[in-house]
């Protein structure tokens, strides 16, 4: 049973390009959290998507970042016009239904690195 | 916004030792969990509690919800060198709503183990 997935694992980019995060939830969660963690930092939260909706956006910056859970497909995170501050570790985490008792399944993390 | 406070950032002990981690905030939690992040990996659940007062122990880990719902301790007994990792407290104000059921985590503490 495939744990939650991210790809890519490390990801460079130069300012000004795009950056794509996928996640792929554990089989059967429905729910999806998007943390990001600086280095020496805890994570820091960004968004949380059901299938088609985002139920909180309140941890996303306002300009340059989105993220979608389409009813097929992975949750993809994505930056525009990257900059140097964006270099961080972005992890996805699921949880099979909203009353999870705070249980989150982490997924190994994306590391972007903005030159 | 709510913030969880981890000190210190580092601890040193040697294996065989005891270790205690506590975890405080200025706002009340209802849900309070530990987490565990090895290198290069996702944080992974040790411990989830429920309870104001709460005492629940997982194998060689003990963590208690403080009864103010504003802190919480991790005591890890008879430390073996795979105990080294990140250690992060995380509180949750509400799982049965989806905007208030995210985590909120502290800066984490870095645990290293002598042989």
């Known amino acids: 049973n495939a744990g939650v997935m991210q790809n890519p694992r490390h990801l460079v980019r130069r300012r000004g390009q795009e950056a794509r995060l996928r996640c792929s939830p554990m089989k059967g969660h429905s729910h999806v959290y998007w943390y990001r963690q600086l280095p020496e930092e805890g994570l820091k939260f960004m968004v949380y998507?059901?299938?088609?909706?985002?139920?909180?956006e309140s941890g996303m910056p306002k300009e340059r970042f989105s993220a979608e859970f389409p009813k097929e497909g992975p949750s993809i995170l994505r930056i525009q016009q990257v900059v140097r501050g964006d270099s961080a570790a972005y992890f996805c985490a699921s949880s099979p239904y909203r009353d999870s008792l705070g249980e989150l399944f982490f997924g190994e993390g994306s590391r972007l690195t903005v030159l | 916004g709510q913030q969880l406070n981890q000190s210190p950032q580092s601890m040193f002990i040697q294996e065989g030792e005891d270790v205690s981690m506590n975890c405080t905030s200025s706002s009340i939690f209802n849900t309070w969990l530990w987490y565990k992040q090895e290198p290069g990996e996702g944080p992974v659940l040790l411990i989830a509690?429920?309870?104001?007062?709460e005492l629940t122990s997982n194998g060689r880990l003990t963590a208690q919800f403080g009864i103010t719902r504003k802190d919480s301790f991790l005591n890890i007994s008879a430390s073996i060198p795979s105990d080294v990792g990140i250690y992060f407290c995380?509180?949750?104000?509400?799982?049965?709503?989806?905007?208030?059921?995210?985590?909120?985590f502290g800066k984490g503490i870095t645990l290293s183990v002598r042989p």
């Open positions: 998507l059901q299938k088609e909706n985002i139920i909180d």
């Open positions: 509690l429920y309870k104001a007062g």
């Open positions: 995380a509180g949750q104000l509400d799982r049965h709503t989806g905007a208030n059921s995210k985590l909120t």
